[in-house]
């Protein structure tokens, strides 16, 4: 990593799992018990970047009760644990940070942080994880096989090491419940934040989207109506008009709509050695210039029944709409391979088919469109109203 930081760090040293294996360039003391670190009382801050979120877990909590700093780039150890990690930092004086956990390059929490912290935040979609986008990418652009293209996201370091994180759409639901929190200081369990990945996407699916003119990219969702907040991750229909049509390979894209500023697009590397380094960098640099912050605007999670997505399925056989409750049908197809349908599903009977869905291998794409029941935004609206009143 080239960098231009004029501030000096003593690296008190590094804990490897596999000390025998051959780096290129590490001239600091090599351990491979995290206890030698932990313990040090001259070390007052710890990076993380393990891939056991159970064991960065126990790494983090144990360096927050000893007064030390932490800087993680584990989602789903944020995600996972992110309650706890919020009472340890105010039981302890040690300062917990997490960039590199989501969106590699683009400084998102930061941003939500600090110069949008105030902004009531209205959308925030966008394509989260990078190897899933590099696998798109290959199959619309390069007509690549998935095979094929997975294998290369693992070469070029894109991919977890196990990789059904990334395709299975789970690497983006514990980066959309981070981002829940960093945008409303919410916490949504993430049983209440439907996802589904590009794993179950078959030839059928790819050739309807190039039918229509449109490709698929991952893409978390998450909305912001009177206060009330919904959030789900999925595959969706995207043609040229959508910004995120052009993001290609393993670059990551946020969109933010806010009242005051409309529109703002932010695109980077999502994945990669060096966009997790400057990231967990950038944290180092800021840790002593940051206060918690306290926001002036409070926001309740929406209740998924509330919430009606339209969305393509995709069966090998006909699909059982006795057991796929659809509210309205606008679209189907049904040959001898294959039947889909497009129409409207309320978020709640989505999440209580995913493993149905998965367990069959059927394509499920948004299309973008959905809508909220206003009488369960003014509701929830009137019950902050009382809330503050009282
Ligand atoms: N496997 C992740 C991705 C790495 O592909 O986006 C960055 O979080």
Redesign the pocket.
């Known amino acids: 990593l080239q960098s231009q930081d004029q501030n000096t760090y003593r690296i008190g040293g590094v804990v490897v799992k596999n000390k025998g294996k051959i780096r290129p360039l590490v001239p600091f003391a090599i351990h491979t018990k995290a206890s030698t670190l932990l313990d040090d009382p001259e070390i007052d801050t710890i990076v993380e970047a393990i891939d056991d979120s159970e064991a960065a877990f126990e790494i983090a909590k144990y360096a927050l009760l000893s007064g030390k700093n932490v800087i993680s780039a584990n ?1 789903k150890m944020i995600a996972t644990y992110l309650r706890d990690l919020i009472a340890l930092q105010q039981q302890a004086q040690g300062r917990l940070k997490y960039e590199a956990s989501v969106a ?1 390059s683009i400084p998102i929490i930061q941003l939500l942080n600090g110069y949008l912290a105030q902004e009531p935040v209205e959308l925030l979609r966008g394509i989260l ?3 899933s986008n590099f696998i798109l990418t290959k199959i619309f652009n390069d007509s690549m096989d998935y095979q094929r293209a997975l294998r290369q996201a693992q070469k070029l370091g ?3 090491s196990d990789p059904s994180s ?1 395709v299975s759409g789970r ?1 983006t639901w514990y980066k959309t419940k981070i981002l829940l929190h960093e945008a409303y200081g919410l916490e949504i369990s993430l049983d209440q934040i439907f996802y589904y990945g590009i794993d179950t996407l078959g030839s059928d699916d790819i050739q309807y989207a190039k039918s229509k003119g449109k490709r698929i990219k991952l893409i978390a969702h998450i909305i912001q109506k009177s206060g009330s907040i919904a959030a789900w991750v999925m595959p969706q229909f995207v043609d040229a008009s959508d910004p995120l049509f052009h993001i290609d390979n ?1 670059y990551n894209s946020i969109e933010i709509e806010s009242s005051n500023l409309g529109k703002q697009h932010f695109t980077g590397k ?2 990669g050695a060096l966009p ?1 380094a400057v990231a967990l960098h950038g944290d180092l640099t800021s840790l002593n210039r940051e206060k918690p912050i306290a926001r002036a605007l409070s926001y309740q999670a929406l209740s998924p029944e509330e919430i009606k997505l339209e969305v393509y399925i995709r069966d090998k056989q006909i699909l059982d709409r006795s057991i796929i409750p659809f509210i309205k049908v606008r679209e189907g197809y049904l040959d001898d391979r294959f039947h889909y349908l497009i129409g409207e599903v309320r978020l709640s009977d989505l999440l209580n088919l995913k493993s149905w869905l998965s367990s069959r291998s059927c394509g499920v794409i948004a299309t973008g469109r959905y809508h909220v029941n206003e009488a369960a935004q003014l509701k929830s609206v009137k019950r902050v109203e009382m809330e503050l009143a009282l």
């Open positions: 989602k590699g994880n990078g190897t894109f991919a977890e990334d690497d393993e999502g994945a997790t």
